[in-house]
């Protein structure tokens, strides 16, 4: 099946801990994304990267840390720098003008 | 002037019902205007797009309206199943604009759509 895999569902950080979220993908796409959620907020872009060991910061990038060293894998990190982490994450992948999205990370605070 | 603003939050209608979608943006360079449909724990999907060189795109019970000189565009949903409740969003991008400003969507605040049975 192809597709954009997020990894985990479900993400608890404590305070002052780095955490990584996992975004794979199968469709070949050359372009990723990185949103997050806020309820009534709509989707804010914390990072995008359009090719190989290349990114770019969005519209929210701070305390956020990215990598794109493989085609299919564009990990996101939440460092202890981002003092309100708690979000539903989503990663998507581009071809053409649309956006592919994968199911989410929903991180929260312990 | 990156900002796309979405009316209104939420939206109750009754099995069968229409619902209307309002977006507008100040950005004249946005080239691109997809509506994105996204159920609860879900990522969005893409639902329909228009390009400002048409005034008004239709496919199934989904239509979009798009005013280039108001700088708005809106969705119509036409007889809604309970299957149509899900949360709304509008979206604009530089599509033709090159560079790092490729794909970059900026979304609406998102409308949640509730269809009673």
């Known amino acids: 099946d192809g597709g954009i895999t997020q990894s985990p569902k479900y993400l608890f950080r404590k305070e002052g801990q780095n955490v990584t979220l996992s975004c794979e993908q199968n469709?070949?796409?050359?372009?990723m994304y990185w949103y997050r959620q806020d309820p009534g907020q709509g989707l804010r872009l914390i990072y995008y990267?359009?090719?190989?060991?290349?990114?770019q910061k969005g519209d929210i990038a701070e305390g956020y840390s990215v990598s794109r060293e493989k085609k299919e894998s564009f990990p996101l990190t939440v460092t202890s720098a981002q003092k309100n982490p708690t979000a539903f994450y989503l990663c998507?992948?581009?071809?053409?003008?649309?956006?592919?999205f994968g199911s989410g990370t929903q991180l929260s605070v312990l | 002037q990156q900002q796309v603003k979405q009316s209104p939050q939420s939206l109750i209608v009754q099995k069968g019902g229409i619902s209307i979608i309002n977006c507008a943006y100040e950005n004249t360079a946005f080239d691109y205007f997809p509506w994105y449909q996204q159920f609860p724990g879900k990522g969005p999907a893409l639902l329909i797009a228009i390009r400002p060189d048409v005034s008004e795109k239709k496919e199934g019970r989904f239509t979009i309206s798009f005013n280039k000189s108001a700088k708005q565009f809106s969705l119509l949903i036409m007889e809604s199943p309970p299957g149509d409740s899900a949360t709304y969003f509008c979206?604009?991008?530089?599509?033709?604009?090159?560079?790092?400003?490729?794909?970059?969507?900026?979304f609406g605040q998102g409308t949640i759509l509730t269809v009673h049975p």
């Open positions: 998507a992948s581009q071809d053409g003008w649309e956006l592919f």
């Open positions: 979206a604009a991008s530089m599509m033709t604009a090159g560079g790092t400003s490729y794909g970059k969507l900026t």
């Open positions: 990267s359009q090719i190989v060991n290349d990114f």
């Open positions: 469709l070949n796409h050359d372009a």
